[in-house]
Antibody, heavy 118, light 107 residues
Framework: EVQLLESGGGLVQPGGSLGLSCAASGFTFSSYAMSWVRQAPGMGLEWVSTSGGSTYYADSVKGRFTSSRDNSKNTLYLQMNSLRAEDTAVYYC??????????????WGQGTLVTVSS | EIVLTQSPATLSLSPGERATLSCRASQSVSSYLAWYQQKPGQAPRLLIYDASNRATGIPARFSGSGSGTDFTLTISSLEPEDFAVYHCQQRRNWPLTFGPGTKVDIK
């Protein structure tokens, strides 16, 4: 059974940093692209980053967020720096449906809430 | 950036009725469009990918159609568990983008 478990969310002041983790199990982690998608309170979904052979970022986070992965630990990370109020959201990690289709998300974690506020 | 527009914003229907949801792209996404269902407090669930392919375990009452810029998600006969928010997402170009969602609620 595929499982994705995010952790690391919490309250952080504007300008601060926070690191998220996503522990994966139930599939061959190294073979699939993994993504971060966020959802601000009461809002729609916003793609943040995808890490596979290459890593892609939304313009809104480029230069501030860094996605990485440790295939030996089956874990995806998101390091978030220079946080802003508009980064407040539930952050989901998501697995790609196949090796060839890295941008379709077939499994999602339960999400972790990041709140940026003073 | 490809902008996705969904209509209507809210669809009020009764169980057993047919639901037709629309997603329109600001430029062609070919068939690279997916649909997700999201219930309150839950993560999204993949329903349809590449316009018309049902994901594993998705009931046959869910179907997708369209190509280019206009897409439709159809729920042939609403079950109580289908009342939720539905999001479309394109993967034609980076950045990946989602539509604002359509809420299907009980009339």
């Amino acid at each position: 059974e595929v499982q994705l478990l995010e952790s690391g969310g919490g309250l952080v002041q504007p300008g601060g940093s926070l690191g998220l983790s996503c522990a994966a199990s139930g599939f061959t982690f190294s073979s699939y692209a993994m993504s971060w998608v966020r959802q601000a309170p009461g809002m729609g979904l916003e793609w943040v980053s995808t890490s596979g052979g290459s890593t892609y970022y939304a313009d809104s986070v480029k230069g501030r967020f860094t996605s990485s992965r440790d295939n030996s630990k089956n874990t995806l990370y998101l390091q978030m720096n220079s946080l802003r109020a508009e980064d407040t959201a539930v952050y989901y990690c998501a697995k790609s449906i196949s090796v060839a289709s890295s941008q379709i998300f077939d499994y999602w974690g339960q999400g972790t809430l990041v709140t940026v506020s003073s | 950036e490809i902008v996705l527009t969904q209509s209507p914003a809210t669809l009020s229907l009764s169980p057993g009725e047919r639901a037709t949801l629309s997603c329109r792209a600001s430029q062609s996404v070919s068939s690279y469009l997916a649909w997700y269902q999201q219930k309150p407090g839950q993560a999204p669930r993949l329903l349809i990918y590449d316009a018309s392919n049902r994901a594993t375990g998705i009931p046959a009452r869910f179907s997708g159609s369209g190509s280019g810029t206009d897409f439709t998600l159809t729920i042939s006969s609403l079950e109580p568990e289908d009342f939720a928010v539905y999001h479309c997402q394109q993967r034609r170009n980076w950045p990946l983008t989602f539509g604002p969602g359509t809420k299907v609620d009980i009339k």
